[in-house]
């Protein structure tokens, strides 16, 4: 009876241990995923920074070549939608790994590659039907603003900002397509750890 209570207490020792390394491992690896989805919250920190900034930039631009300042206005509308959006698609909440479940986590990252989906096929028509306008203002609109001897610097300067406009418009819509790829790969590792993690459990 003595050694059948020896090998009961062992079994339940062996069985707490397991159970301590498992909490252990599970806490480790939430920091890891934590870490791994930290630049994403960076983004649409630095978006929320960058779009006023890129509205006075473009409302200087509608000022220079005499444009409407409904193209700025536009902007400044979709864009704030768009991170208004990308605060659910795009951040996940560092507290999310730390109070929910693997499984209610796991849900919630395949809800959010779904609506990320949605919201890229929605806001990229969106944006380069603005693109073409813009750009087809920039160059239609001959008018300057100072005329006289300086009149043929400032033309040049228009001509060169337009090329410079499409060439940089042409390198966000790559840029776009690159962080897209990353965010959907990032979340596909993250839900990849959590399917590892039951595996282990």
Same mark, same amino acid.
């Not at 444009?67 to 400044?76: D, K, N, R, T």
């Given at each position: 009876?003595?050694?059948?209570? =020896?090998?009961?207490?062992?079994?339940?020792?062996?069985?707490?241990?397991?159970? !301590?390394?498992?909490?252990? $491992?599970?806490?480790?690896?939430?920091?890891?995923?934590?870490?791994?989805?930290?630049?994403? $919250? +960076?983004?649409?920190?630095?978006?929320?920074?960058?779009?006023?900034?890129?509205? =006075?930039?473009?409302?200087?631009?509608?000022? #220079?070549?005499?444009?409407?300042?409904?193209?700025? !206005?536009?902007?400044?509308?979709?864009?704030?939608?768009? +991170?208004?959006?990308?605060?659910?698609?795009?951040? =996940?909440?560092?507290?999310?790994?730390?109070?929910? !479940?693997?499984?209610?986590?796991?849900?919630?990252?395949?809800?959010?590659?779904?609506?990320?989906?949605?919201?890229?096929?929605?806001?990229?028509?969106?944006?380069?039907?603005?693109?073409?306008?813009?750009?087809?203002?920039?160059?239609?609109?001959?008018?300057?603003?100072? !005329?006289?001897?300086?009149?043929?610097?400032?033309?040049?300067?228009?001509?060169?900002?337009?090329?410079?406009?499409?060439?940089?418009?042409?390198?966000?819509?790559?840029?776009?397509?690159?962080? #897209?790829?990353?965010?959907?790969? +990032? $979340?596909? +590792?993250?839900?990849?750890?959590? $399917?590892?993690?039951?595996?282990?459990?």
């Amino acid at each position: 009876m003595e050694e059948l209570e =020896i090998m009961r207490l062992q079994l339940e020792s062996m069985k707490e241990q397991l159970r !301590s390394q498992h909490i252990v $491992n599970e806490s480790l690896m939430r920091k890891v995923m934590k870490g791994k989805a930290s630049w994403m $919250n +960076t983004l649409v920190k630095a978006e929320i920074i960058c779009v006023p900034i890129t509205w =006075i930039l473009f409302a200087a631009i509608c000022v #220079f070549y005499d444009m409407s300042q409904w193209y700025a !206005s536009l902007f400044l509308i979709m864009a704030a939608v768009d +991170t208004y959006i990308d605060w659910y698609t795009v951040r =996940i909440p560092p507290s999310f790994f730390g109070t929910l !479940s693997m499984l209610d986590l796991k849900k919630y990252l395949l809800k959010q590659k779904k609506w990320r989906f949605w919201q890229v096929c929605i806001m990229s028509p969106l944006c380069l039907i603005w693109m073409i306008a813009f750009f087809y203002a920039m160059g239609s609109n001959s008018s300057s603003l100072i !005329s006289g001897e300086f009149s043929d610097v400032v033309e040049a300067a228009k001509t060169g900002g337009l090329a410079g406009g499409i060439l940089g418009g042409v390198v966000g819509v790559v840029v776009m397509i690159i962080l #897209f790829r990353r965010m959907q790969r +990032t $979340n596909d +590792t993250l839900i990849s750890d959590i $399917n590892d993690s039951e595996k282990d459990a």
